[in-house]
């Protein structure tokens, strides 16, 4: 009886595991614009009134990605400002609305890079990437090629792992590039562990991306989405200085 607990306790783990992080209602990609899909996912939140929380995710090229900065403002006035069709907060900043780390828009620095343990997502050439500060600043001594760019942290998952993060619940934002080159944005409307997150951004069944990096969560969270076959608005509860949209 003993050998066979073992294996019987072995496999009960693994399928607990696998539910914790995901629970059943995920839905499939489904185009809300040319070029651009979404998808939705509920998501296992122990310690919430529901258990679970549900997150949004867009999808698309890099071509259509564009980080924004200037003065305070929500998302949906981003978005209209920006003239686009989807726009989550960015990273994090200061007491004075200035944003913390590295943004370039449109190949002009908007603010000097940040000696943090934190990651940078970048598109240069017409490619996403994410890298670790400390591999950004090795790699490009000179920031003319890149086109866009946002720090933030922790990064989530590298090489398709999850990294080790504090077992803390908050509401989530984040960025990630996927195998085949195309980036995602997502947030968390609710309260989840940051495994869970990290968990759903490296999974194949879930977000399946090969880096993702956390943006700035909890009150600042928010995304604005208006498409001819889709209309979103999640309110943060106060304005932020950089976004990250789709055009």
Request: hydrophobic fraction near 40%; include cysteine; aromatic fraction near 8%.
């Amino acid at each position: 009886m003993r050998r066979l607990f073992l294996p019987l306790l072995l496999i009960a783990l693994v399928v607990y595991g696998a539910w914790r992080w995901q629970v059943p209602g995920a839905s499939r990609w489904q185009s809300v614009a040319p070029g651009v899909e979404m998808r939705t996912f509920r998501v296992a939140s122990p310690g919430t009134f529901t258990g679970t929380t549900e997150v949004v995710a867009l999808r698309t090229d890099p071509s259509r990605i564009v980080v924004g900065y200037g003065n305070l403002r929500d998302v949906a006035t981003w978005r209209k400002d920006l003239k686009a069709l989807a726009v989550i907060n960015g990273g994090f900043f200061d007491e004075d609305g200035k944003s913390l780390g590295l943004r370039v828009v449109n190949n002009k620095k908007t603010r000097p890079i940040h000696d943090a343990n934190w990651g940078v997502f970048y598109i240069r050439k017409g490619r996403a990437n994410i890298l670790h500060t400390r591999d950004f600043k090795r790699t490009f001594t000179s920031l003319r090629l890149i086109q866009q760019a946002v720090q933030s942290g922790p990064r989530l998952v590298v090489d398709g792992k999850t990294t080790d993060l504090k077992p803390q619940t908050a509401r989530r934002s984040g960025i990630g590039v996927q195998r085949d080159g195309k980036v995602i944005i997502a947030i968390a409307d609710g309260g989840l562990p940051f495994d869970n997150w990290a968990r759903l951004w490296a999974q194949r069944d879930g977000l399946n991306c090969l880096d993702a990096l956390n943006l700035d969560g909890g009150g600042s969270t928010a995304l604005s989405l208006r498409t001819s076959k889709k209309t979103m608005d999640v309110s943060g509860a106060w304005p932020v200085p950089d976004v990250v949209a789709i055009r």
